[in-house]
Every structure is written in structure tokens, then in C-alpha cells.
């Protein structure tokens, strides 16, 4: 049959995997130690995961759909910060907060906010630990130990911050032939009865040269607090970026995160969560929109622990020209969580022949008296609503426009920042306009 291998070329193939992983385990050690400096206990716990578990071996299934040739055939090197204040005026997001700015992985003092107000901010000191992973995996791993300066932040139980958390993370990227790899951690404690929001925001120096960008995120999420996460991942279109985000969720707890991941060559974004508590809330949501031949793979990852849980993930793929969306989804509920309402929606639009997506929702219930759902949609622009448009004089370009917004909309229309989903559509439009 065509196009089937040979057990020969099999061992051969295998046996260069084996070697890219080995060549890229030597690559990411230097990159440790150039990094390591003073000996730091999360930092060297997870090094020695990410040689315990090593690199995907050929024809993983958790890899099938993501190729990692690139990844780990590159030449690595960690930049030193640089000048962004030009970079900040032009780009960051203007609105009432307190600001952190990073660059290259690096905390930046003089062009974050004086005063944090009643966020705590330190750096993680060389013997601190950090929270286990909900669902670890090797670049989970990487990043943990590869980080410079993992930030702590905190917010004291009974607070209502008064305005939400800004994190601009700002990456470098290299002309020459060792590409930048940055990596970013952060950690947030949020008490009991506590109230914030915060803002992840990645961007990359300039849109002509590539770097890695590694982001790691977690949460704490004390009893009956309210913790609301938006992402956006607006780097350029010839980088990668590989995020792993953790929230774990105490009782009575309300939760809202989003991810608008609008950009990079590959992005592969995990978010995890583990609902620990009673009667807690959480919506779980993603909008991405591969082109050319970018690849967005997201996977979320949700334990229901225990009963009287609520769960709600919707995410929205828009794959054009020779994009590829992969999405993968897992659900488990424990035997003790009870009454569980869980519901995962992956829709999906194709706008290119050539487009792709790969899909699959996933459930395992060990609980009775629950009511879990899971669904996928795959489909195309309709027909009957461009001649609708169009027959009204609206351009075909312009028609496609009102369409994708109009299926991003369920998402876009529930920020409540207006300097937020402003900034979210004006980034859907660019990439159209690439097109």
C-alpha cells in the first residue's frame, strides 16, 4: 500500500527521532546551566524531570498532530533584556491597571508600575517550591527550570483589587542562527473572599525574526474568591510558543479564563485545572486562528474533584489558507464529585482548501448522578450567508470579515474591557487582511 513504511524504515526513522532528542536534551542542558547560576530548588526539580521523561519519542500520540522537528533542531541562546520603553509606547495596552513588564524572560523595574497596590509582588527566592502540576509534560518541565525569574504574586484573602493585573511579557528575536528562547513564570496566590483579574500579554520585539517563547502560569484560587484570566497571544507569525497553564480552584470559587491565541508559526497552549472545592464555577475558553501554514494546537485538561461543580469550555478554531487548528479536550470526573455539570464545545471554521483541523473531545466519568456533555463542529462559510451579503453590496472580503466575527463574536463580545476586545478584533483583522 502507498505511502506505508517499511519496518526498516521505521527503525530508521525512530532511530533519527531518538538522535533530534538527544541532540536537543544536550542543547536545553546548556541552556540550564547557562541559566542555573545560584542553585535553585524549583529550577533543578524539574531539570530533572525533563531528563526523566525526555522528548516525544516517534509517532507519540500526544504529539501526532504538532511537529516538533523545528523545535528541537534549532540553535538556542537566552538573550539579555533590552531598551523596550519605544516598544511599550507603541504597543502596550493603555488602560487603569498596575503593570509588570518582562522582557526576554526577565523582570523589568523601571518600566512596570512603582506601586503594585494590594498585589504583592516578589521574585521567587533560590529555595522556594512552586505548586505541582496539575498534568506535567517535557516542555511543562523545561520551562519551570529554564526561567530566570518566576514572579510570586499575591493577593490577600478579603481583597477586591481595585484594578486588574497587566502582564506584558516582551520577547527578542534573533537575525542570526541561535534563536532566543525566553521563558516566563509566574505564580498568583489568591486568598479567600478575594476578587482580581489578570492579563497575560505576549508580543515579540518586531515581526521579521523568530525566538521560542516558553510561559508557564498558575493559580491558587482560594474559597469563595473570584479570579478572571484573559491571554493574549499576539506574537509574530515565524515564532513558537509553548504555554502551560494551572488553575487550581477552591470552594464557591467563580472562574473565567480566556486565551486569544493570534499568532506564532507553532503554538501549542495547555491550560489545566482542578476544581478542589464544593459549588465552584469555572468557564474555560479559546479562540485561535491559524494561516499560511501556522499550526495552533490547544488542550485543556479538567478534573472535577468534587460535587456541585459547574463547567464550561467553549473553543473556537478559524483555520485558514493551510492552517491547522488541533484541539484536545479531557474532562474527568472523580467518583466522590457528585451532581457534576460539566459541557466542552470545540466549533471550528475551515476558510482554505488546503486548511485543517483535527479534533477530539474527551470525557471520563467515574461518578454517578453527573451531567457531562462534549461536542465538536467542523464546518465552512455558508454559502447562502456570503450571496446574502454580498447581493446587499458588501465586498466578498468584507462579507468574510462579518462572518468570522460573527463566530468569534460568543467570545469577543464577553470582555468587558472595552481597550481589550478592542485590541482583540483590530488583531482578528490584521490577520485576515494577511490573507
Known amino acids: 500500500m502507498a505511502g506505508l513504511l517499511t519496518l526498516n524504515e521505521k527503525r530508521e526513522k525512530q532511530h533519527q527521532v531518538e538522535q533530534r532528542n538527544q541532540q536537543a536534551l544536550k542543547q536545553f542542558s546548556a541552556l540550564y546551566q547557562q541559566r542555573k547560576g545560584e542553585d535553585n530548588l524549583n529550577a533543578r526539580n524539574h531539570w530533572l524531570q525533563v531528563e526523566k521523561v525526555g522528548f516525544p519519542a516517534y509517532r507519540h500520540e500526544d504529539w501526532h498532530y504538532t511537529p516538533l522537528d523545528e523545535t528541537l533542531s534549532q540553535q538556542y541562546q537566552m538573550l539579555p533584556p533590552f531598551e523596550v520603553q519605544d516598544l511599550i509606547e507603541q504597543r502596550a495596552l493603555s488602560f487603569d491597571c498596575y503593570r509588570i ?11 512596570s508600575s512603582q506601586d503594585f497596590g494590594p498585589y504583592q509582588v516578589t521574585l521567587l527566592d533560590n529555595q522556594s517550591e512552586l505548586p505541582q502540576a496539575i498534568n506535567g509534560e517535557v516542555f511543562l518541565h523545561l520551562v519551570e527550570s529554564l526561567a530566570q525569574q518566576p514572579l510570586f ?17 516582551i520577547t527578542q528575536g534573533h537575525a542570526g542562527q541561535e534563536v532566543n528562547s525566553a521563558n516566563y513564570r509566574f505564580h498568583l496566590d489568591v486568598g479567600a473572599n478575594a476578587q482580581m483579574q489578570v492579563i497575560e500579554h505576549y508580543i515579540s520585539s518586531d515581526g521579521e525574526n523568530r525566538h521560542f517563547t516558553g510561559a508557564r502560569l498558575t493559580a491558587t484560587i482560594g474559597d469563595n474568591a473570584s479570579f478572571n484570566h484573559i491571554k493574549l497571544g499576539f506574537e509574530n507569525g515565524i515564532s513558537q510558543h509553548f504555554a502551560h497553564n494551572d488553575l487550581s480552584i477552591g470552594r464557591d470559587a467563580r472562574v473565567n479564563s480566556y486565551a486569544f491565541l493570534l499568532g506564532n508559526k507553532l503554538s501549542r497552549h ?31 485538561w479538567l478534573v472535577h474533584g468534587e460535587k456541585n461543580c459547574l463547567s464550561r469550555q467553549l473553543h473556537k478554531s478559524i483555520a485558514m489558507d493551510a492552517g491547522k487548528a488541533v484541539f484536545n479536550g479531557m ?42 456533555s462534549h461536542g465538536a463542529t467542523v464546518g465552512r462559510i455558508d454559502d447562502e ?20 466575527h460573527a463566530f468569534a463574536a460568543e467570545l469577543t463580545e464577553s470582555l468587558e474591557n472595552s481597550v481589550i476586545k478592542t485590541h482583540v478584533l483590530e488583531r482578528i483583522n490584521q490577520r485576515l487582511s494577511e490573507v
Open 331 to 372: 474532562i474527568t470526573v472523580t467518583p466522590q464529585a457528585l451532581k457534576t455539570d460539566g459541557q466542552m464545545t470545540n466549533n471550528n471554521l475551515l476558510l482554505g482548501d488546503k486548511a485543517q483541523i483535527d479534533t477530539k473531545p474527551q470525557l471520563e466519568i467515574y461518578a454517578d448522578d453527573v451531567k457531562c
Open 270 to 300: 495547555h491550560t489545566s485545572a482542578a476544581l478542589t472545592g464544593e459549588n465552584s464555577e469555572l468557564s474555560m475558553n479559546s479562540v485561535v486562528l491559524p494561516k499560511a501554514n501556522e499550526i495552533a494546537d490547544t488542550r485543556t
Open 385 to 404: 450567508q456570503l450571496f446574502y451579503l454580498r447581493s446587499r453590496g458588501i465586498a466578498l472580503s468584507e462579507a468574510r470579515k462579518m462572518i468570522i
Open 153 to 169: 504574586i499575591t493577593l490577600k484573602k478579603g481583597v477586591v483589587a481595585d484594578k486588574p493585573l497587566y502582564i506584558l511579557n
Open 101 to 111: 513588564v518582562m522582557v526576554n524572560g526577565a523582570f523589568s523595574p523601571a518600566e
